[in-house]
């Protein structure tokens, strides 16, 4: 199988992280938002990246977002409706509710052609933005005519709850009228993206998608939840993606945290996260725009906790929370300043890709189930401050629910 490939969604704040970083993943998906709003800015980093190592990127076009109603419209989301050629609908003068009924076949061609055309103007960038973005980087000679086009171009798509959304056809017209206008003599390499509102509602429309190339976005689906449902959710998730590679269909995930890893033994090509967060996504929910808050990534338990948790462990069990990365060298997470965590999560997600996707599954399990023993031993015991230890409870509990899952997909 072929290795797991780790991408980053980018953020502007990001652009330390990423630069410093090559080596330790594999691309960037740049969101839609971004590169409509900051264009100069983005096009200029992004270029300059994959000029220098060939590092592949993709833009996401967040199309779900347009299907919400009701919200405080931000500049970002202007911008990207006139890409998407849905001013009329989101603007500053004025919105309202976009509907399925809206998208007669004049608006479904301006939304497709829109999208092509921003993708292939992506690399369109003035030598001066190209070289400024260049010079930050530590390599000599980085040129301009080596910079990349997108790996692929995901056409816009609809979150969908199922088989009779009538969402469901937009999308499908959508993705048909892109296939359509990409045809022709610079045949441009598309992705056709499916969005469910459910893990089952996901399953049922792959299994009636003919393409095989795929991008995959299950809304809000939470990797930590271990209540009945959670698991039952991430089980569902793992059942399907298992039975879409066996029909020979390769999914990315643009949202996936450790538990996306697991998934490679079954067939999941790869993930995106956000550095600092950003491994789930709910569509209904606007994200706060901004950095992403100082968190500590726990290497044995593959998620983020709070700082001042993960240096209260620390301090009286550190094998439980400490990372010997170039980062960390076995400090406090206390330590760390902010740049540091965010290097140390990316890296973090390198090492935990190159250890654990070629465990067999029984160990896999084996070792979740280890971890969440020693945890379960250990941090109930520790004198840990009262607002701390309240807030550090059941820290560990997804670790087994993932071995649940593993051992029924």
């Not at 993709?58 to 347009?66: E, V």
């Not at 292939?120 to 000679?141: G, I, N, Q, S, T």
């Not at 393409?211 to 698991?231: M, N, Q």
Request: proline share 5%; with cysteine.
């Amino acid at each position: 199988m072929a290795k797991f490939r780790h991408f980053l969604s980018y953020g502007s704040t990001d652009q330390e992280t990423a630069r410093s970083l090559t080596g330790y993943f594999d691309g960037l998906i740049v969101p839609g938002t971004i590169a409509a709003f900051q264009a100069e800015g983005t096009k200029g980093f992004v270029l300059s990246l994959s000029a220098r190592s060939n590092e592949p990127y993709a833009i996401d076009s967040r199309f779900p977002l347009f299907q919400n109603s009701g919200f405080a419209w931000k500049k970002s989301h202007f911008l990207l409706a006139q890409v998407l050629g849905l001013d009329q609908y989101v603007s500053e003068s004025g919105s309202r509710e976009l509907r399925p009924a809206d998208f007669d076949e004049a608006l479904v061609a301006k939304v497709a052609e829109g999208w092509l055309r921003f993708n292939v103007d992506f690399e369109d960038v003035r030598m001066k933005v190209f070289d400024k973005y260049a010079k930050r980087l530590p390599d000599d000679d980085i040129k301009i005519e080596d910079a990349q086009a997108p790996a692929w171009i995901m056409p816009p798509y609809l979150m969908v709850d199922g088989l009779e959304d009538p969402w469901r056809t937009v999308g499908d017209r959508i993705w048909e009228a892109s296939v359509r206008l990409a045809a022709g003599p610079n045949d441009l390499r598309l992705r056709r993206v499916i969005a469910g509102e459910s893990a089952a509602a996901w399953d049922q429309l792959l299994r009636v998608t003919p393409e095989h190339e795929l991008a995959g976005w299950v809304s809000h689906l939470d990797e930590l939840d271990a209540s009945t449902a959670g698991r039952g959710e991430l089980l569902t998730y793992g059942r399907a993606i298992h039975a879409a590679s066996t029909r020979g269909q390769r999914i990315f995930a643009l949202y996936g945290g450790f538990f996306s890893v697991l998934l490679h033994r079954y067939g999941l090509e790869g993930s995106s996260h956000g550095v600092g967060y950003g491994e789930q996504r709910d569509y209904i929910e606007l994200p706060t725009s901004g950095a992403p808050p100082a968190r500590f990534y726990v290497p044995r338990l593959h998620r983020y906790i709070g700082v001042d948790i993960a240096g209260a462990i620390w301090d009286q069990a550190p094998e439980l929370v400490e990372c010997l990365c170039p980062d960390c060298k076995g400090r406090s997470p206390m330590a760390l300043d902010y740049h540091e965590l965010m290097r140390h999560s990316v890296r973090v997600r390198s090492a935990e890709i190159a250890e654990w996707t070629p465990l067999a599954t029984g160990e896999a399990s084996m070792r979740l189930r280890q971890d969440f023993r020693d945890y379960s031993q250990l941090l109930p015991d520790l004198a840990l401050p009262r607002a701390v230890a309240r807030r550090a409870e059941g820290l560990y509990v997804h670790l087994e629910s993932w071995a649940w899952v593993l051992d029924r997909v």
